[in-house]
């Protein structure tokens, strides 16, 4: 028994010494997630989501904007910091069969309005003016705070908007329209106030490219449901309702959020192939041109989401450049504690990988000498 | 001696913190109630009252710690410096006529009211920030209350709890009708509650059941109240009520029967247990104590009988915090079973109801009428009417008539003498129903509306009309709404009046008692205080069409274009004529080219 313990023993010493390689990978993996921890993008969430359409046969974009709102709440980002602007009201509209429900699937699968809903800019509110006043923060002092965009230079604001729009315009309301031009110069406004650390700009109307067209702030990433000069077309009606739903971008984009989860590393690349020709009819455009981070490395919940970073670990962590220092200690750190460090998601599968090959091979060379043993 | 040592310690304990001399913190108690009433349509009525009642004097303490009176409208308060406030939220229209004089009617849409201290300096001011704090609280559009829809009633409106002196310019008023109440609205009012809706009555306000009735109407209502009998000290009273009707025949599938199951899609579990008292009352006054009409199920252990809105009325309890009642299944489904059908008798109509209308043909002028109703066999009672109409419908008082049985009444413009302060507060000026009285404030354009307030005597049995006419006016073409076709709003008129009961209520302890008395406490008892809303009023106004600048610009640039190009190319062209080109495809060819280069052709 004394001889497998230490014949054991001495095994483990040499698969430990095989995996030094893998080690000191890990080991810089640690250090490179040590440094990126201090070195964070954004610290908070914000999401500004705007329907400009009045009137009952726009329904769908009520809907539209719902679904983004109950996935980002799903997601983590409180009502605090959400800005919820509704240009009519649908839900307990005298037209409604179903009323306090909006729907966004047919055979009234989905309820996305929700028993928690809190809407910041209802109705006569939801101007071109008060949205760039929210967008700038150049609000009358005696708005309250629910109805403020309070984000800093940390903050990462996810913008949606949807209704009917056209060639370089969207529509609010049937009365007034913004320009991609007043758009992109608020955008600076932000810049300029530092208002924004990134900011992800979605709009799902007709030609809704040609409103991120005229962007020239840093940070900016944008997608739009169809190119200039094609129109974005609705989803499916309900019999019941007797109005359409959904608009298909938004219904396919939905569907897509619905399988996120705050600990998903889906990333920003299947966001942008979320809705092909063949099941939007339109084509979806995106830039990132303007966007200094790599979209394969931007992952959807550091729009949608508000995820905090945190690094639960029970051993100390030394930053400092000695790296032999860091190795053993490392190595150590690995085995023991690297596999329970599940927040950090950035470089947590890399880590978790190295030491789930590590366990395994330790785990084959232990069944080998116990085989061996008989 | 272990014993003495163990005393002695315990009464260190109790003494300890009380022995230092710090002040306890204020008591405070939550008390719930709902009230389900099957009306005479065969609609049921659902109400909810939560009360608070909180043991401290915000004006003048710092107070830090809140526990079941909610902070956001603590603070509210003191900023402020609020005397009393009352917000209420309504979808619908109570039909007094067919359903019975309600609890607590509220207009429909956005109805703000507050009595400010006598501190505040510039009420208009903390009026309005009161208005946009308050939009933010409760997701609604209160910001729009402004000059324009804000008045300042003389005698409709009296302070609700306690007061020194009732001096109206500190009182505001206002209604947005055309406000819309759904899910967002209930979402932050249900968060006001101490157990939010998890546990007690509260668990039953699901918004796809409550939304879908024919009235719904959420309130809070913020007052000071005597702490004790003496009245040495103030607690601050916040009632949160929220009323529903079922139209029973659509959910109970052409049946009279209801549970609460069927109505809210819930059933109750257990009390709320932050709650002082937490019970639900079944009106059971028509059918008297046999079973054989109708059957309420679980039986109830108590029943409680008094006076409320001038008839006697017997209520089925049952009190969650009773071990029995909730004990076996661990739910409690309240069902109303009807044994044989009623039979066919005719509603009992209410002694005061109204109407509201606006009659005229065109867009330029029209009349305003209200029809009010006096059933009561042979009493005569005062009303008093505030009507509040905005600015762009342009009243003409000299047409004002009220006409009541044909003939001609009207109230005596003599001004009111000041009255003495009545010890308790009153709702209805009663010194003043010997006189007349009549406070008419004109509108100016676009900055404060008509305000008409009058007090009418309606006789026995009668019908009272009374009408004005008004002509529209323009807007600019930028004050109109984005839907401008829809039309424009009126506000509800109010109407306040003590109507006689029919049985005397007994005067008791107008505060613990529930279902709505100690809202409005009246020193005479042989008559109830009650205060109706009129349906509002839609009126359209001259609307111009929208998309005449653009077809005026196509228009005029067409013409000019075709009339004036025309004129143009025939006095300053020159015409030459040309020669037909003969030649083969090679000569076209080079002639294109020479065309190209800008040279004479061959």
């Keep these: 028994m004394v001889d497998t313990c230490f014949l054991s023993q001495g095994l483990t010493t040499l698969a430990g010494l095989l ?356 | ?212 009735t024919s009235y719904h109407s959420q309130a809070v209502h913020i007052r000071p109240v005597c702490r004790n009998a003496r009245c040495t000290s103030v607690s601050w009273e916040l009632r949160q009520t929220l009323s529903v009707v079922f139209d029973a025949f659509v959910t109970g599938q052409g049946k009279k029967d209801w549970s609460l199951f069927r109505m809210f899609s819930r059933t109750l579990t257990e009390p709320c247990p932050l709650a002082l008292e937490s019970r639900v009352y079944v009106d059971i006054t028509s059918y008297g104590q046999d079973n054989e009409t109708l059957e309420v199920y679980p039986p109830p252990l108590t029943t409680y009988q008094d006076v409320i809105l001038g008839t006697r009325k017997t209520y089925a309890v049952y009190d969650l915090l009773d071990a029995a009642v909730v004990s076996n299944s661990r739910s409690l489904n309240i069902q109303l079973k009807w044994k044989r059908p009623p039979e066919n008798e005719a509603p009992p109509v209410p002694f005061l109801y109204a109407q509201r209308y606006v009659s005229g043909y065109g867009l330029q002028s029209g009349e305003l009428s209200t029809l009010l109703y006096n059933t009561h066999p042979y009493r005569a009672f005062p009303v008093l009417l505030l009507d509040s109409v905005p600015w762009y419908l342009r009243l003409y008082v000299h047409t004002l008539t009220i006409t009541s049985k044909g003939k001609e009444n009207k109230p005596s413009e003599r001004s009111p003498q000041p009255a003495p302060p009545p010890p308790l507060p009153l709702h209805v000026p009663q010194h003043l129903s010997s006189q007349g009285y009549i406070h008419y404030q004109p509108a100016q ?13 309606l006789p026995a049995n009668s019908i009272t009309k009374v009408s004005i006419q008004f002509e529209r006016a323009l807007l600019k073409w930028t004050e109109y709404t984005p839907d401008p076709n829809h039309g424009f709003y009126v506000s509800p008129s109010v109407l306040s009046a003590l109507v006689p009961s029919v049985v005397a209520a007994k005067p008791g302890d107008w505060e613990e008692s529930p279902l709505f008395n100690s809202l409005f406490p009246v020193s005479d008892s042989s008559s109830y205080f009650v205060r109706l809303y009129t349906e509002p009023l839609l009126v359209s106004l001259p609307t111009p069409d929208f998309s005449m600048p653009y077809n005026v610009v196509c228009l005029t640039c067409t013409v000019v274009a075709v009339c004036y190009g025309s004129f143009y190319n025939l006095l300053t062209r020159t015409f030459q004529i040309e020669e037909p080109r003969k030649g083969g495809l090679a000569k076209r060819l080079a002639n294109l080219v020479r065309r190209a280069r800008g040279v004479p052709p061959l």
Excluded at chain 1, 47 to 64: I, P
Excluded at chain 1, 124 to 143: A, C, D
Excluded at chain 2, 172 to 195: F, G, H, I, Q
Excluded at chain 2, 446 to 457: F, V
């Design chain 1, 19 to 374: 995996l030094l390689p893998f080690g000191s990978l890990a080991a810089s993996q640690i250090e490179d997630q040590a440094e990126q921890f201090f070195r964070s993008g954004h610290t908070n969430n914000w999401a500004v989501l705007v329907c400009t359409s009045r009137f009952w046969f726009n329904y769908r974009h009520v809907a539209n904007t719902l679904s983004v709102y109950r996935s980002v709440k799903r997601l983590g980002i409180p009502d605090s910091h959400i800005v919820l602007m509704l240009a009519d009201d649908m839900a307990c509209n005298p037209r409604n069969p179903k009323p306090a429900t909006v729907y966004s699937h047919k055979n009234m699968e989905l309820n996305v309005y929700g028993d928690d809903v809190e809407v910041d800019y209802r109705s006569y509110e939801v101007t071109v003016e008060n949205f760039l006043r929210v967008l700038t923060g150049r609000i009358p002092s005696s708005t309250p705070r629910s109805k403020r965009l309070l984000s800093d230079d940390r903050s990462n604001i996810l913008i949606y908007m949807t209704g009917h729009g056209g060639n370089g315009f969207l529509k609010f309301q049937d009365s007034e329209e913004i320009t991609n031009i007043e758009l992109a110069d608020a955008f600076e406004q932000m810049w300029q106030k530092r208002r924004y650390n990134e900011l992800l700009f979605i709009i799902d109307t007709c030609q809704g490219a040609s409103m991120y067209e005229r962007f020239y702030s840093p940070n900016i990433m944008a997608l739009a449901s169809s190119q200039v000069g094609e129109d974005s077309l609705s989803h499916q009606p309900d019999p019941a309702v007797g109005v359409h739903l959904m608009d298909r971008y938004t219904f396919y984009v939905l569907e897509f959020l619905e399988e996120i989860n705050p600990a998903s590393q889906t990333n920003m690349n299947d966001l942008f192939q979320v809705c092909p020709k063949s099941l939007c009819v339109s084509t979806p455009g995106h830039r990132t041109d303007l966007f200094q981070r790599d979209p394969k490395n931007v992952l959807i919940t550091d729009f949608f989401g508000s995820v905090r970073k945190v690094e639960i670990t029970t051993e100390t962590l030394s930053l400092q450049p000695d790296s032999g220092v860091i190795e053993s200690r490392n190595l150590h750190t690995v085995f023991h504690s690297g596999c329970t460090n599940l927040h950090f998601h950035q470089q947590c599968t890399r880590v978790l990988f190295t030491c789930w090959l590590a366990l395994v091979i330790c785990c084959l060379l232990k069944m080998g000498i116990l085989t061996g043993m008989r």
């Design chain 2, 1 to 212: 001696m272990a014993a003495a040592v163990r005393i002695f310690l315990l009464v260190l304990l109790l003494l300890g913190p009380g022995g230092w001399g710090q002040a306890e913190p204020p008591r405070d108690s939550l008390r719930e109630e709902l009230v389900i009433t099957p009306l005479p349509s065969g609609d049921v009525a659902a109400t909810f009252q939560f009360r608070t009642r909180w043991d401290s004097e915000l004006q003048r303490e710092w107070v830090s710690h809140y526990r079941l009176f909610p902070k956001a409208l603590g603070q509210l308060i003191s900023k402020y410096s609020l005397r009393e406030l009352h917000l209420s939220l309504t979808q619908g229209f109570w039909r007094t006529r067919y359903w019975g004089t309600p609890f607590l009617q509220a207009p429909s849409g956005a109805e703000l009211w507050a009595w400010f201290q006598e501190t505040v300096t510039d009420v208009d001011e903390s009026w309005k920030e009161l208005s946009n704090v308050l939009s933010g609280i409760f997701c609604a559009s209160l910001n729009f209350i402004d000059s324009t829809n804000t008045v300042t009633p003389t005698a409709s409106f009296k302070p609700l709890g306690l007061a020194n002196g009732t001096d109206h310019s500190f009182l505001r008023y206002a209604v947005l009708p055309r406000e819309v109440v759904c899910t967002e609205n209930l979402t932050p009012w249900k968060k006001l509650l101490p157990c939010s809706s998890k546990a007690g009555l509260s668990v039953l306000l699901k918004a796809d059941r409550l939304f879908h």
């Design chain 2, 445 to 457: 354009d676009r900055m404060q509306p008509h305000l008409l307030e009058m007090l009418i005597q």
